[in-house]
């Protein structure tokens, strides 16, 4: 009896389990012809993924469709089975038995060193007619593709994340609340035990009901990661786990970057073999569902080590955009971009996951006619005239947007240098003329500043709501802000300023005052001042923000402690802190003071600052045998007291000459603290010449 009724439960879980089976429509294909015997179709398929993708699932599948079909099916769960040959054969004695016999083993990464043995030993010695199926993490040894004549008879399958359609079929099987879904999906990011656990955690957890913000319970987060990542086998693996799911890719020089003091070769060489790692042309990388939870994870566990190593990294590759080649910018860009927008809020505007993979790509003169008609298009006539003026003024400050599979264009973007406007400008483009009129209305931009505009975000999919083409967008203003030289302000032009502002606010950009008449009225501009509020100010500022929520009050214009001098007042506070040199009194209300340049050099003595800043320039001058004599003449007439016709006798000049040699002095030093101020060359010059 007792028999009978296990027979009729293992029919009960075996019904349910196909129940619940979503999706897998090419892998059930690929199998139902390699049953059916079709020509060309595989003997032996290996199905490989990270822990949790569904494996044991659509073995299960398959045996119902074996059987289906009048095959005998034979199972082989490694986890129950001694890893010895001896085992491995009693426990698939039946497939010798029979002619169409199928063999399914799951598990298989357990049987890896044995993998030799059954590719070389055990398999040909099967019936002709026999089907194998194996599925593990692991992904097959190479050797299998080596042998030509196993290329003809196996199929390798890297088993995926379920798409959006399937995802959401499983959420609604598993009884999830249809108003979540977009959350749920968010989260899981196509992968089934992920998509089962939050599943559960939002059917159980009514407090984390909020359809934008929801997130999973701790437990759910903890029972992906044991099941996916298991126990690392050293703290310093735990560490590089850790940057992986802060990251996109990872490489040995980030492990070092980040785990200085640890083997970034062993540690790299451990992450590329775990089964929940893809590798890809710039690194390797978890799947997505992985990265979210060991981030997840982290932050929770240990938020200062967390936000001290986010630190690290973003200091890196903030270097790394400044100083790199461009293209290797361009990836450090996305990164400063990806750490810097793992808030929970921040995923409303970004490109969704399921969307297929896009490129930013340089404008080629062959595009701008499709640039043109593409404006005309989505934004009309006016701003397709817009497009073709900057097309013939700055060409390279456009940017264009393909899908990677078929090359499609998908839109474009421009980031403009303007430094000044001309007549046919001023007519033809009154949103760049309104952004150049507000930040001069604040503090303009000085000779050899210049302002750069975000223009032309346009998108003929998307329009002007997140996508993929709208992250690199994001990706291309984060280099440019950080990669720019000279550039004084900043505006991102957005036609849809309501939906943007909270990112552009965490992003430490406000909207300035404008006036009620304008001539576009539904665009909103959104500014920053890079000489109020510098580099690495602004990063510190978005470090603070990354921890503390959504942005709720769009900031007016920083306040800033800063003076920006114009070139007559910068020329006009040297000669007067010359005069003053000697005398810190003197020094204490010196426009100079409130430069940048001081403000760099202070370490809380601002007049401190300022007279060391001075003895740079005049040294300056001393150090070069052209003006030599220039520099000696100042210090000579500024570290004294006396006349300056004591000091000519005393440098035994002629008074003309000496004043000649004075005013150029002057000239020189004015000409150089105006050099390191608008140019920021100052760290360069204090360098020491290599080989010192």
């Given at each position: 009896?007792?028999?009978?009724d296990?027979a009729?439960?293992?029919?009960?879980?075996?019904?349910?389990?196909?129940?619940?089976?979503?999706?897998?429509?090419?892998?059930?294909?690929?199998?139902?012809?390699?049953?059916?015997?079709?020509?060309?179709?595989?003997t032996?398929?290996?199905?490989?993924?990270?822990?949790?993708?569904?494996?044991?699932?659509?073995?299960?599948?398959?045996?119902?469709?074996?059987?289906?079909m009048?095959?005998?099916?034979?199972?082989?769960?490694?986890?129950?089975?001694?890893?010895?040959?001896?085992?491995?054969?009693?426990?698939?004695?039946?497939v010798?038995?029979?002619?169409?016999?199928?063999?399914?083993?799951?598990?298989f990464?357990r049987?890896q060193?044995?993998?030799?043995?059954?590719?070389?030993?055990?398999?040909?010695?099967?019936?002709?007619?026999?089907?194998?199926?194996?599925?593990?993490?692991?992904a097959?040894?190479?050797?299998?593709?080596?042998?030509?004549?196993?290329?003809?008879?196996?199929?390798?399958?890297?088993?995926?994340?379920?798409?959006?359609?399937?995802?959401?079929?499983?959420?609604?099987?598993?009884?999830?609340?249809?108003?979540?879904?977009?959350?749920?999906?968010?989260?899981?990011?196509?992968?089934?035990?992920?998509?089962?656990?939050?599943a559960?955690?939002?059917?159980?957890?009514?407090?984390?009901?909020?359809?934008?913000?929801?997130?999973?319970?701790?437990?759910?987060?903890?029972?992906?990661?044991?099941?996916?990542?298991?126990?690392?086998?050293?703290?310093?693996?735990?560490r590089?786990?850790?940057?992986?799911?802060?990251?996109?890719?990872?490489?040995?020089?980030?492990?070092?970057?980040?785990?200085p003091?640890?083997?970034?070769t062993?540690?790299?060489?451990?992450?590329r073999?775990?089964?929940?790692?893809?590798?890809?042309?710039?690194?390797?990388?978890?799947?997505?569902?992985?990265?979210?939870?060991?981030?997840?994870?982290?932050?929770w566990?240990?938020?200062?080590?967390?936000?001290?190593?986010?630190r690290?990294?973003?200091?890196?590759?903030?270097?790394?955009?400044?100083?790199?080649?461009?293209?290797?910018?361009?990836?450090?860009?996305?990164e400063?971009?990806?750490?810097?927008?793992?808030?929970?809020?921040?995923?409303?505007?970004?490109?969704?996951?399921?969307?297929?993979?896009?490129?930013?790509?340089?404008m080629?003169?062959?595009?701008?006619?499709?640039?043109?008609e593409?404006?005309?298009?989505?934004?009309?006539?006016?701003?397709?005239?817009?497009?073709?003026?900057?097309?013939?003024?700055?060409?390279?400050?456009?940017?264009?947007h393909?899908?990677?599979?078929?090359?499609?264009?998908?839109?474009?973007?421009?980031?403009?240098?303007?430094?000044?406007?001309?007549?046919?400008?001023?007519a033809?483009?009154?949103?760049?003329?309104?952004?150049?009129?507000?930040?001069?209305?604040?503090?303009?931009?000085?000779?050899?500043?210049?302002?750069?505009?975000?223009?032309?975000?346009?998108h003929?999919?998307n329009?002007?709501?997140?996508?993929?083409?709208?992250?690199?967008?994001?990706?291309?203003?984060?280099?440019?802000?950080?990669?720019?030289?000279?550039?004084?302000?900043?505006?991102?032009?957005?036609a849809?300023?309501?939906?943007?502002?909270?990112?552009?606010?965490?992003?430490?950009?406000?909207?300035?005052?404008?006036?009620?008449?304008?001539?576009?009225p539904?665009?909103?501009?959104?500014?920053?001042?890079?000489?109020?509020v510098?580099?690495?100010?602004w990063a510190?500022?978005?470090?603070?923000?990354?921890?503390?929520?959504?942005?709720v009050?769009?900031?007016?214009?920083p306040?800033?402690r800063l003076?920006?001098?114009?070139?007559q007042?910068?020329?006009?506070?040297?000669?007067?802190?010359?005069?003053s040199?000697?005398?810190?009194g003197?020094?204490?209300?010196?426009?100079?003071?409130?430069?940048?340049?001081?403000?760099?050099?202070?370490?809380?003595?601002p007049?401190?600052?300022?007279?060391?800043?001075?003895?740079?320039?005049?040294?300056?001058?001393?150090?070069?045998?052209?003006?030599?004599?220039?520099g000696?003449?100042?210090?000579?007439?500024?570290?004294?007291?006396?006349?300056?016709?004591?000091?000519?006798?005393?440098?035994?000049?002629a008074?003309?000459?000496?004043r000649r040699?004075?005013?150029?002095?002057?000239?020189?030093?004015?000409?150089?603290?105006?050099?390191w101020?608008?140019?920021?060359?100052?760290?360069?010059?204090?360098?020491?010449?290599?080989?010192?």
């Amino acid at each position: 009896m007792a028999k009978e009724d296990s027979a009729v439960l293992a029919d009960r879980l075996a019904s349910a389990r196909l129940q619940y089976f979503v999706g897998r429509q090419r892998e059930l294909a690929l199998f139902r012809r390699a049953a059916a015997g079709e020509p060309g179709a595989p003997t032996v398929i290996v199905l490989h993924g990270p822990g949790g993708m569904g494996k044991s699932a659509l073995l299960q599948r398959f045996a119902a469709e074996a059987r289906a079909m009048g095959r005998p099916v034979v199972n082989v769960d490694a986890r129950t089975i001694e890893r010895s040959p001896s085992a491995f054969e009693a426990a698939t004695a039946e497939v010798f038995t029979q002619d169409n016999a199928v063999l399914l083993v799951d598990d298989f990464e357990r049987y890896q060193d044995m993998e030799e043995w059954i590719r070389d030993r055990f398999l040909p010695r099967l019936p002709a007619g026999a089907l194998v199926v194996v599925a593990g993490r692991l992904a097959p040894d190479p050797l299998w593709k080596a042998d030509l004549g196993w290329s003809e008879l196996l199929q390798v399958v890297p088993l995926r994340e379920l798409g959006p359609a399937d995802s959401a079929a499983l959420l609604t099987a598993q009884g999830a609340d249809p108003s979540l879904h977009a959350a749920l999906l968010g989260f899981a990011a196509g992968h089934p035990l992920a998509l089962r656990l939050a599943a559960e955690a939002a059917t159980h957890d009514s407090a984390s009901s909020d359809e934008a913000f929801w997130t999973p319970l701790r437990t759910a987060v903890d029972r992906l990661l044991t099941h996916l990542v298991g126990r690392p086998p050293t703290p310093a693996h735990r560490r590089a786990l850790e940057v992986c799911g802060h990251v996109v890719d990872t490489t040995e020089e980030l492990l070092r970057v980040a785990l200085p003091d640890e083997d970034a070769t062993e540690l790299f060489a451990w992450l590329r073999q775990l089964s929940v790692m893809k590798s890809g042309p710039f690194g390797v990388c978890p799947y997505d569902v992985v990265r979210d939870a060991l981030d997840s994870d982290f932050r929770w566990r240990d938020p200062e080590r967390y936000k001290a190593m986010h630190r690290a990294l973003r200091r890196h590759f903030v270097e790394r955009v400044r100083n790199a080649p461009e293209q290797e910018a361009l990836r450090a860009a996305r990164e400063f971009d990806h750490i810097v927008s793992r808030a929970q809020w921040l995923r409303e505007f970004q490109g969704g996951r399921d969307e297929g993979a896009v490129d930013e790509r340089p404008m080629r003169p062959e595009d701008a006619p499709a640039l043109i008609e593409m404006t005309r298009r989505v934004e009309g006539e006016h701003n397709s005239r817009v497009v073709a003026h900057w097309l013939g003024r700055q060409p390279e400050a456009f940017h264009v947007h393909r899908r990677r599979r078929t090359g499609q264009l998908l839109g474009f973007m421009a980031w403009l240098r303007i430094d000044e406007l001309d007549d046919e400008t001023r007519a033809l483009d009154p949103v760049t003329v309104e952004a150049w009129e507000l930040v001069s209305a604040m503090t303009p931009p000085r000779q050899g500043e210049h302002l750069g505009v975000a223009r032309f975000m346009v998108h003929e999919e998307n329009g002007h709501r997140p996508s993929r083409s709208w992250d690199l967008v994001r990706t291309r203003i984060v280099f440019e802000l950080l990669r720019a030289k000279h550039c004084a302000w900043s505006c991102v032009v957005s036609a849809e300023p309501k939906f943007w502002a909270p990112l552009m606010t965490y992003l430490g950009m406000f909207r300035p005052p404008r006036e009620a008449a304008r001539a576009e009225p539904d665009h909103g501009l959104f500014c920053h001042d890079w000489r109020a509020v510098r580099v690495d100010e602004w990063a510190e500022g978005i470090d603070a923000r990354l921890l503390s929520g959504a942005p709720v009050v769009v900031p007016e214009e920083p306040k800033s402690r800063l003076s920006t001098l114009s070139r007559q007042e910068s020329d006009a506070a040297v000669r007067e802190a010359l005069r003053s040199w000697l005398d810190p009194g003197g020094l204490a209300d010196n426009p100079l003071l409130r430069s940048r340049l001081v403000q760099e050099l202070s370490e809380g003595d601002p007049v401190t600052a300022l007279r060391d800043l001075l003895r740079k320039a005049v040294q300056r001058l001393e150090s070069r045998p052209r003006t030599r004599h220039l520099g000696e003449v100042l210090t000579a007439t500024y570290h004294s007291t006396s006349t300056q016709e004591a000091v000519a006798r005393k440098l035994n000049l002629a008074f003309s000459t000496y004043r000649r040699h004075l005013a150029r002095g002057l000239d020189e030093v004015r000409e150089t603290v105006w050099d390191w101020e608008v140019h920021g060359r100052i760290r360069a010059e204090q360098e020491p010449p290599q080989g010192s």
